[in-house]
């Protein structure tokens, strides 16, 4: 029985909940693959992980008891003219206490792809919209004295270095004086000079060899011209300080970029990314500067919609900037591509000289992205919504839920969140005369989202016993099933939180911990077997109710056994699913993890579909397609009374023979078939033109033994396969065990 029928698929709330929950655990940067075919839906999970991750942040800001708390995000006037003076005099001091600070605080970038569809360097564009949301969240004048008084290229280039100092700030020193000490001294010295000066004037001097008084000079006298160009030194070196603040308030980094894509010199020799890295690198150096200086931890969450749409160079430039220029180890950057993952694979593979003739787009993604996060397709109780709020004249989105938006703070305001707009994201406030009619009176009682109460001792407790038999030798024997790949832990990792806290939620009866972690890694490890299993199980099911017996679906069966029978299916159609097989990992290992160590069933198979997120669902379309195709192959056998796969896969050479006696056909080519030891698996994975040649039949008796035997099949797939095999491995049929046949 499928799941869906006794439990519900959980709200887009939820997901967003979890996912939420999990990107205020995990260090940056992380890069999140926000997978839906529905953008309105990407759009509405995007909104609620603000909502939860500014709540999240206020919560731990109410919760801080310790002194001194964090600074105003809306600085004071005292605060500003603090946060001047250490950018001129001080600099920060990394220490294990403020690398360890609870509060945190973060800032929502949007960037809507689409919008800027027409740049040549679309990634440029990402990163000069970055650069701007930035200036605007922390101020130009701010960022100016930043690049001018404080960030050395050579230094800021290396890693922090932790420091066992209670202080964390140290002031800049010449020599063993502190700067600020000596302008200090030399303000005052001047007014000691200057007061007397201007108050009581210069002494005439006196010619004392011929004893006459000497005319007072018109000019400046010599201790005049002394005073002034003593106080002119400081006055020349505050002067440039001023110019350099006021060309970088002018030109800011966003022109800087533009003009960097002007100069070919600097876009074809030296290297664009290079120099735009540079620019990134002291945006993050700023950001370190402003944790300290506001006691609290900042992350920026950019979120990047409508990729989907562009073309497939511009798509690759993206993610590559993703890759290079926001995923430094120190990097303070949450990335979120939210995106129709389907489309967006189609058009990397499309992408010409981006990619290398080994590598797959899903290769490509899995080299960026650190935690896939899929939103499960709409139930039908989801589907029977949507349609009613569209009747109704609502929202799209799956349920008509009012999110409770946070206080008003320093955390909740609108400062916090900078967005390109997109169509799916633009609200209007219309008066009772302007709105649309509905269809339907809007009547009944919506509820409002509430977010769980959660045991997050338990939720922790879980997701530490699931760690712990991944690296425990004497628990588990996942070790040896998970991949020596850094990312793909990375993954694991991620995913494994996200799959709990979803339980969590939905108030689940959660596994033991070491199933949760063996989910988890059978996905990441081998999704489209995975795939073709959960598509498997989903045709039977459907299949049942079409035959009648619902209920005499096997969810005792384990998906071994699944996979085995349908093995042969997926063995004959891999010519047209090599790109995935291509994405898993030991097909021998995987044989062991189910039919051994681990024997999944289908129903916790049905149960865990609730909670996977990290399964791309455009492997499983792509395999629903291909097996959908098949199926009406199984209809034309079924006219013409065609003999399944199956059953020519376990027939004999004598078997042939009766069949071929059946059939009426002449003795000698029973007699052929004999002597050239013919049978089933001859059949279906020999070459067609070289079976006719051998039996030497006439078109019509060969269109008879074809139909029977191999089905209704279209003229060009016989050569579609041929052709593809011999691009790949000739001679060598690509099967699930990994075997060649």
């Not at 896969?649 to 002597?675: A, G, H, W």
């Not at 030891?677 to 070459?687: Q, S």
Request: net charge neutral; glycine share 4%.
């Amino acid at each position: 029985m499928a799941i869906e029928k006794v439990m519900d698929i959980p709200s887009d709330n939820v997901y967003a909940y979890a996912l939420s929950k999990t990107l205020t655990k995990v260090s940056s940067p992380v890069t999140v693959g926000l997978y839906s075919e529905c953008h309105n839906r990407i759009n509405m999970v995007l909104k609620n992980i603000e909502v939860h991750m500014n709540q999240e942040a206020k919560r731990r800001e109410d919760k801080c008891t310790k002194e001194p708390k964090p600074r105003s995000i809306t600085p004071s006037v005292s605060d500003l003219l603090s946060l001047i003076f250490r950018l001129l005099f001080y600099r920060p001091v990394w220490t294990e206490q403020n690398q360890n600070m609870k509060n945190i605080r973060y800032l929502f970038v949007r960037f809507s792809a689409w919008h800027f569809a027409g740049s040549d360097l679309l990634w440029a564009a990402l990163v000069m919209q970055l650069c701007k949301a930035l200036q605007n969240s922390f101020g130009k004048l701010q960022l100016g004295l930043f690049r001018i008084a404080q960030h050395d290229e050579e230094k800021d280039a290396g890693k922090k270095k932790i420091e066992d100092i209670p202080k964390n700030w140290r002031s800049k020193k010449l020599g063993c004086i502190p700067i600020w000490a000596l302008i200090l001294m030399g303000f005052i010295g001047s007014l000691l000079i200057l007061v007397p000066l201007i108050i009581l004037g210069f002494p005439d001097l006196k010619n004392h060899e011929e004893g006459e008084k000497v005319e007072s000079s018109s000019g400046y006298g010599v201790l005049e011209g002394f005073a002034i160009a003593a106080l002119g030194v400081p006055a020349v070196g505050a002067l440039r300080f001023i110019l350099l603040l006021l060309k970088n308030l002018i030109f800011n980094q966003d022109l800087k970029i533009r003009q960097r894509l002007d100069n070919k010199k600097v876009s074809q020799q030296l290297g664009l990314m290079h120099e735009v890295r540079k620019e990134m690198r002291l945006l993050c150096c700023f950001i370190y500067f402003m944790e300290i200086f506001e006691r609290r931890r900042i992350r920026v969450v950019l979120e990047i919609t409508n990729l989907d749409r562009c073309t497939p160079k511009k798509i690759v430039g993206v993610l590559d900037a993703i890759n290079i220029l926001l995923s430094d180890e120190e990097s303070p950057f949450i990335s979120v591509l939210a995106v129709d993952p389907e489309v967006l694979v189609r058009q990397v593979q499309q992408a010409e000289d981006c990619l290398s003739k080994r590598d797959s787009a899903y290769d490509f993604l899995d080299r960026i992205i650190t935690l896939p996060f899929t939103v499960p397709p709409l139930s039908d109780a989801s589907k029977s919504s949507v349609f009613e709020n569209i009747v109704r004249g609502q929202s799209e989105n799956p349920e008509d839920i009012r999110l409770k938006e946070p206080e008003a703070s320093a955390l909740g305001g609108p400062e916090t969140s900078f967005s390109v707009e997109d169509e799916y994201s633009v609200k209007y406030s219309e008066t009772k005369e302007d709105q649309v009619i509905p269809l339907i009176s809007k009547t009944g009682n919506f509820e409002t989202f509430a977010t769980a109460e959660l045991n997050l001792n338990e939720v922790d407790r879980l997701i530490e016993s699931a760690f712990s038999c991944i690296f425990s030798r004497d628990k588990s024997k996942l070790q040896s099933y998970i991949s020596g790949d850094t990312m793909s832990m990375r993954r694991v990792i991620n995913s494994i939180r996200v799959t709990i806290m979803i339980m969590e939620t939905q108030k689940m009866e959660p596994p033991p911990p070491e199933k949760i972690a063996a989910w988890v890694v059978l996905v990441d490890r081998w999704p489209c077997r995975l795939s073709w299993i959960i598509q498997c199980v989903e045709d039977d099911q459907q299949s049942d109710e079409i035959d009648g017996t619902f209920c005499a679906a096997d969810n005792t069966k384990t998906l071994w056994e699944v996979f085995n029978y349908n093995s042969l299916e997926l063995c004959i159609i891999g010519y047209e699913v090599e790109n995935f097989l291509e994405s898993d990992g030991d097909p021998e290992l995987f044989e062991i993890f189910l039919r051994k160590d681990f024997k999944f069933t289908v129903e916790e198979l049905e149960m865990f579909k609730l909670c996977t997120v990290n399964l791309n669902y455009s492997m499983k379309n792509e395999l629903a397609r291909v097996r959908g195709s098949r199926r009406l192959n199984k209809a034309g056998r079924n006219a013409f009374q065609s003999l399944s796969s199956r059953t020519v896969m376990n027939m004999k050479t004598e078997d042939i023979c009766q069949e071929l006696t059946k059939l009426s056909f002449p003795e000698k080519y029973l007699e052929t078939v004999r002597k050239n030891f013919i049978d089933g698996r001859t059949i279906l994975f020999g070459d067609p033109k070289d079976l006719r040649q051998v039996l030497q039949m006439t078109l019509g008796e060969w269109t008879a033994f074809k139909i029977h035997f191999l089905g209704v099949t279209p003229p060009s797939r016989p050569s579609l396969a041929k052709t593809r095999q011999d691009t790949t491995n000739p001679g060598v049929v690509i099967c699930p065990s990994g075997h060649g046949q």
